[in-house]
């Protein structure tokens, strides 16, 4: 039904919010701003949303409607804050569900941040996906809004409804240490127990009874954090029955059990995460043996010298018995096998959300060990240097172009700017910088973002820049994999004559942490500023 037949219809409104622009203001610092529809200023029709992201407003919302100015202190300016522009459409853009008001609520704000820090990241998405994908999580963010600054209903009970959870929330933080159940909750609020849970689940994404617990949990985690109590201390104090149940809720939620949170903290926590070291050194840990493989060797970028090495590519796990783990964390990638052999040794914790995100799994390892703060505080220190190293590179690159190539013995692969790992949220994500592509061979893409080279395409290969890496895997002999950078075909390509190539480590640049994002804009800077 289109829109003429709609409004004829009788139909309910059809509007649709479209994002102009996003930008990410820190001060002193000048902004990027990047228009997904080819415009390049506001106009009168455009709505603005600000979040503040550090400072004093911390986790503040405001909306700005076209024609109206928004009123906030100086010293929330002052912050770092995101800025997005989007206008309304269809045939009757005036009954939106936009709230009429300055101040919008945004919580969690967690949340907030991980749906603008997504958004963020696919700005320049160019592929049809990316773009599908920066599309939707900006309705995810709108109805995030939307659903906690909803305009009170015709029914005047809603009002109530809203005040009456709020009320049993409150509660909750008030008396999480006694005995709460949902009819008392329900009760409180003055809404019907069915109803009531439903609702409560719509304003805070969990039951109850889960909210509860959570409540416990972060409650038991600060004292776990700040005193030397005994763990039953704690358990009763928190609000559960005895230690026993305590220990297993804690575990169930955290993953680990309140004794090694406790120890984790304090930097005694034994802790084995083959090939997420990038990660815990992040967070101000040190694992106890590290990741190495047969052919890549180590993760020297980490400086884990004196950490002893584990060879993941064994097939086998019992290893790791020697060196007595309190806890291994593994990603969700290898044999059922393994994971067995790790759960008899020790704690066993399993990242089964797969995620090419970075920011998203390093804030799942950061809760693990109770150091999301310090997550939000590395990944924050790393955009504003991106920004920074991207403003550089805008001076000096002046269009040119850039590739990528990771070369074996057999194998030349490209990475290009729709891939969402290693290389290309760096280069052409975080940075900015202008990819090229081997011209005709895309279509060979194994999967999206990387695709194979014979010697025969590189005559399509006219990129400005060449950043390349060496891949031992496939090599039968030392050296074999270098015998590309004698052939005829390579040294004809223009980046090659004009010396314009940069080898790179390979284990920094085929790794997806935030510290190895860190040393390829490190690479990049010095190769190309």
Not at 36 to 61: A, H
Not at 394 to 410: C, H, N, P, Y
């Given at each position: 039904m289109d829109?003429?037949?709609?409004?004829?219809?009788?139909?309910?409104?059809?509007?649709?919010?479209?994002?102009?622009?996003?930008?990410?203001?820190?001060?002193?610092?000048?902004?990027?701003?990047?228009?997904?529809?080819?415009?390049?200023?506001?106009?009168?029709?455009?709505?603005?949303?600000?979040?503040?992201?550090?400072?004093?407003?911390?986790?503040?919302?405001?909306?700005?409607?076209?024609?109206?100015?928004?009123?906030?202190?100086q010293e929330i300016?002052?912050?770092?804050?995101?800025?997005?522009?989007?206008?309304?459409?269809?045939?009757?853009?005036?009954?939106?569900?936009?709230?009429?008001?300055?101040?919008?609520?945004?919580?969690?704000?967690?949340?907030?941040?991980?749906?603008l820090g997504e958004?963020?990241?696919?700005?320049?998405?160019?592929?049809?996906?990316?773009?599908?994908?920066?599309?939707?999580?900006?309705?995810?963010?709108?109805?995030?809004?939307?659903?906690?600054?909803?305009?009170?209903?015709?029914?005047?009970?809603?009002?109530?409804?809203?005040?009456?959870?709020?009320?049993?929330?409150?509660?909750?933080?008030?008396?999480?240490?006694?005995?709460?159940?949902?009819?008392?909750?329900?009760?409180?609020?003055?809404?019907?127990?069915?109803k009531y849970t439903r609702l409560f689940k719509e304003v805070t994404g969990q039951v109850p009874l889960q909210y509860l617990n959570e409540v416990r949990i972060n409650q038991a985690k600060k004292w776990l954090t700040s005193a030397d109590d005994k763990l039953l201390d704690i358990a009763l104090n928190a609000g559960f029955n005895n230690e026993y149940y305590f220990n297993r809720r804690f575990k169930q939620t955290v993953g680990i059990s309140p004794g090694q949170y406790r120890r984790s903290r304090k930097g005694q926590l034994r802790v084995v995460a083959p090939y997420l070291e990038d990660f815990i050194v992040a967070l101000d840990m040190q694992p106890i043996a590290q990741y190495c493989h047969a052919k890549w060797g180590k993760q020297d970028?980490?400086?884990?010298?004196?950490?002893?090495?584990?060879?993941?590519?064994?097939?086998?796990?019992?290893?790791?018995?020697?060196?007595?783990?309190?806890?291994?964390?593994?990603?969700?990638?290898?044999e059922q096998q393994q994971y067995s052999q790790c759960r008899r040794i020790t704690n066993t914790c399993i990242l089964r959300e797969q995620t090419n995100n970075w920011r998203t799994l390093l804030r799942t390892v950061a809760d693990y060990f109770g150091r999301t703060e310090l997550a939000d505080d590395v990944i924050a220190k790393y955009d504003i240097k991106a920004r920074s190293a991207s403003h550089t590179l805008?001076?000096?690159?002046?269009?040119?172009?850039?590739?990528?190539?990771?070369?074996?013995?057999?194998h030349i692969i490209q990475y290009t700017e729709e891939g969402q790992c290693f290389v290309s949220t760096v280069l052409y994500g975080d940075l900015g910088l202008r990819p090229h592509s081997a011209i005709g061979v895309a279509s060979k893409a194994d999967r999206p973002g990387m695709f194979n080279l014979s010697v025969e395409d590189l005559c399509t290969l006219t990129a400005d820049h060449l950043f390349i890496t060496f891949d031992k895997w496939h090599s039968q002999a030392e050296g074999k994999e270098r015998e590309l950078l004698e052939k005829p075909e390579w040294r004809a390509l223009p980046a090659v004559r004009n010396n314009r190539v940069y080898e790179v480590d390979f284990l920094t640049w085929m790794n997806n942490g935030i510290i190895s994002n860190g040393k390829k804009i490190d690479d990049i800077l010095r190769s190309l500023a």
């Open positions: 829109i003429e037949q709609r409004k004829q219809a009788g139909a309910a409104p059809l509007v649709q919010y479209v994002l102009r622009s996003i930008r990410l203001i820190v001060p002193g610092e000048q902004a990027e701003v990047h228009n997904m529809d080819g415009s390049d200023r506001y106009d009168k029709e455009s709505f603005e949303l600000l979040f503040i992201m550090s400072g004093t407003g911390q986790g503040k919302c405001y909306l700005q409607m076209p024609g109206r100015s928004i009123s906030m202190d300016m002052s912050c770092s804050y995101y800025r997005l522009c989007f206008v309304t459409s269809g045939y009757d853009s005036g009954s939106s569900l936009l709230p009429d008001k300055q101040e919008l609520a945004c919580s969690p704000f967690a949340k907030t941040i991980e749906l958004i963020y990241e696919l700005r320049g998405a160019s592929d049809e996906l990316g773009r599908f994908q920066r599309f939707v999580r900006f309705q995810e963010l709108l109805l995030f809004l939307f659903r906690q600054n909803a305009a009170a209903a015709e029914d005047q009970g809603t009002d109530m409804e809203q005040h009456g959870i709020e009320l049993s929330i409150q509660h909750i933080h008030q008396y999480y240490r006694e005995v709460l159940t949902v009819d008392e909750l329900a009760s409180l609020a003055g809404i019907d127990r069915w970028y980490l400086g884990l010298n004196h950490i002893p090495t584990f060879d993941e590519n064994s097939g086998s796990f019992d290893a790791l018995s020697y060196y007595k783990p309190d806890l291994i964390l593994l990603m969700d990638r290898y805008s001076q000096v690159m002046k269009g040119e172009t850039v590739a990528f190539l990771r070369i074996s013995a057999d």
